[in-house]
């Protein structure tokens, strides 16, 4: 899809599907037909119900689950807020193609396809303590390519990003929506202190001069943000318009659909938050924006790491959903409710 406009964006992200509360609600009666007591299995419950509600199917299924990691380049490295050089952008995309990251090993164990999108990794967006980071023109191309890769059919979306310096962009992101500064720099690749306090100068500096629009989450993401993080936005949004259930990765990829969050109060009912990341901003920005994660292993890779690692719970969630016995089958008692 192309969005021929920021403002045609924002309604994207405003007219957005509800889901299928009847599968859901299909999904919790049988649950409380199996062999255990009700609730017993926590989240695994619930997590097939949101399966179902955004597949739109009683019976859901995550037979093609697809992993997109989006890549970009930052011009704000320029003020050295990164411990790697921005090279590595590049030298990382070769790496996942020859099947060396983490992410191709995850993605395997969990029975995954990866996609890796590099977004014009060449030209490094403008340094946003100069000038906007993209141009409308650039950040709804990035939207654009981001919501082509989600491709009909597709029964679970897990979405990562690959980028030096783009914990930096991140943060000026939260900033923008959220306000403050300070909490939501942490050391990313591994800055040392002064290179935490070059973050910290070059975000103040941005929102600064980019004050005057970033009222507006569309054009704040344009202005500090990166085209990886527009195009997480992007697939977020058409996985939304497609019917595909959403694992959001760290501390980058959730900042990247914040604004749909703030454009729409549901506007990530269909997308969890696969982990806390150890990057310092990410708990609080969970937070803010009321998703809980799934787990906590002190992970700060990016690369959708976590979201492929949470494909796992879901398929033994579906698993025991699909898989168990109701107590009329297995002949075993239900809850005794005492004497009438």
């Not at 119900?49 to 930052?74: I, N, T, Y």
Request: proline letters at 4%; aromatic letters at 4%; glycine letters at 10%.
């Amino acid at each position: 899809m192309n969005f021929v406009s920021i403002d045609a964006l924002r309604v994207a992200c405003q007219d957005l599907p509800a889901g299928d509360a009847a599968a859901a609600e299909a999904v919790a009666r049988r649950q409380d037909t199996l062999t255990k007591p009700q609730g017993s299995l926590g989240r695994l419950e619930t997590l097939v119900a949101w399966l179902a509600r955004w597949q739109g199917r009683e019976v859901p299924k995550l037979d093609k689950v697809k992993v997109v990691v989006f890549a970009g380049s930052h011009g704000v490295t320029a003020q050295g807020v990164s411990a790697f050089p921005p090279e590595v952008t590049a030298q990382m995309v070769a790496n996942f193609a020859a099947g060396g990251a983490a992410i191709n090993q995850l993605a395997k164990a969990a029975g995954a396809e990866l996609d890796v999108v590099p977004l014009r990794i060449e030209r490094p967006t403008a340094d946003f303590t100069l000038a906007p980071a993209m141009d409308e023109q650039d950040f709804l191309a990035a939207v654009a390519r981001g919501y082509e890769t989600v491709e009909d059919g597709t029964d679970l979306l897990c979405l990562g990003e690959m980028g030096i310096g783009n914990t930096t962009a991140a943060a000026a992101i939260a900033s923008a929506l959220f306000g403050g500064v300070e909490q939501w720099v942490g050391r990313g690749t591994g800055v040392d202190d002064a290179g935490l306090a070059r973050k910290t100068a070059a975000i103040e500096v941005a929102l600064k001069l980019h004050g005057e629009v970033l009222h507006d989450p569309l054009k704040a993401a344009a202005a500090v943000g990166g085209r990886e993080l527009a195009a997480i936005l992007g697939a977020t949004l058409a996985a939304r318009h497609k019917g595909v259930p959403v694992l959001l990765d760290g501390f980058v990829c959730t900042a990247a659909v914040a604004p749909m969050m703030r454009l729409h109060a549901h506007g990530l009912d269909h997308a969890l938050a696969a982990h806390v990341s150890a990057e310092a901003g990410h708990r609080g920005l969970l937070a803010a924006m009321n998703l809980k994660p799934l787990f906590d292993l002190g992970m700060r890779l990016g690369e959708a790491s976590g979201a492929c690692l949470a494909v796992n719970v879901l398929r033994s969630a579906l698993a025991c959903h699909t898989g168990m016995a109701s107590f009329a089958d297995a002949g075993v008692s239900g809850k005794d409710e005492g004497p009438a």
